[in-house]
C-alpha cells in the first residue's frame, strides 16, 4: 500500500478525498500538506495486515476537516459529526461509520480518548509524530507567527505539550520514529532557553 493507493481505494474514498483537499487547502500545519504527511507516517508505523486501509484512509482524510467549520465544538469532535454526516450520506454502515469515528476523536491529544482500535491507534500516532521533529517545531513556530503568540507562551507549548506526545504512542515503530525526533525538539528548547535566558528574557 502507499500514498496514491491509500487515498484511492474506491470511489467513495475519492471523492473524500477530493473534499478534503478543496475544504482544508494549503495550511502546512492542519491542511491537506498535513494529511499527506500523516498518511505517510500511518504507512511507516503499520505493522501487520490486520488494519481496515478503507477505514484508515476515510479517518484520515477527515481528521482534521472540523477545524475548517466555525463552530464552538473541539475540532475532533466537529470532524467526527462531519465524518459521520458525509459518510451516512455515502452509503456507509454505522458500524464502519462508528470506526471512522472513533479514530478521529481518539486522535486528539486534548481530548484524551484512549484508542482501542488499530485504525485509530495508526491516525493518532501518525498524528503525533507530525507534530514532533523539526516538522514540529517549523508547526509551532508558524502558528505562533499566525496567533502573535510570543517566546514564553510558545515555549510553554513545547513544554506543556509537543514534548510529551512521545509517551503518547501507542505502536512499536512509532515509538521508534520518535526518539530522534524527540531529541530534535528537546535540542531545540534547550538552545532556545539557552538564548532566550543569555537576553535576559527568562529572567
Keep these: ?21 478543496m475544504t482544508m487547502g494549503n495550511d502546512p500545519c492542519h491542511g491537506w500538506p498535513h494529511v499527506e504527511r500523516v498518511a505517510a507516517y500511518a504507512l511507516k508505523i503499520i505493522d501487520d495486515e490486520s488494519v481496515d486501509y478503507e477505514v484508515l484512509a476515510i479517518a484520515i482524510l477527515l481528521h482534521d476537516i472540523g477545524r475548517f467549520y466555525k463552530t464552538d465544538l473541539h475540532h475532533a469532535i466537529s470532524s467526527s459529526k462531519v465524518a459521520g454526516i458525509l459518510l451516512r450520506g455515502l452509503g456507509y454502515p454505522d458500524e464502519f461509520i462508528d470506526k471512522v469515528s472513533h479514530a478521529i476523536i481518539a486522535h486528539s491529544y486534548s481530548l484524551g480518548v484512549t484508542a482501542k482500535t488499530k485504525e485509530a491507534m495508526v491516525l493518532s500516532d501518525a498524528d503525533k509524530l507530525d507534530a514532533i521533529g523539526a516538522i514540529g517545531i517549523y508547526r509551532v513556530i508558524y502558528t505562533s507567527g499566525l496567533t502573535r503568540r510570543g517566546f514564553k507562551d510558545s515555549l510553554n507549548h513545547f513544554e506543556e505539550k509537543i514534548i510529551k506526545l512521545k509517551e503518547k504512542l501507542y505502536l512499536p515503530q512509532s515509538k521508534r520514529i520518535a526518539e530522534e525526533l524527540h531529541r530534535r525538539v528537546e535540542f531545540y528548547i534547550n538552545w532556545l532557553k539557552e538564548e532566550l535566558a543569555g537576553v535576559g528574557y527568562l529572567s
Excluded at 8 to 21: G, P, R, W, Y
Design 1 to 21: 500500500m502507499d500514498l496514491v493507493n491509500l487515498f484511492e481505494i474506491n470511489d467513495k474514498v475519492k471523492i473524500i478525498k477530493d473534499l478534503s483537499m
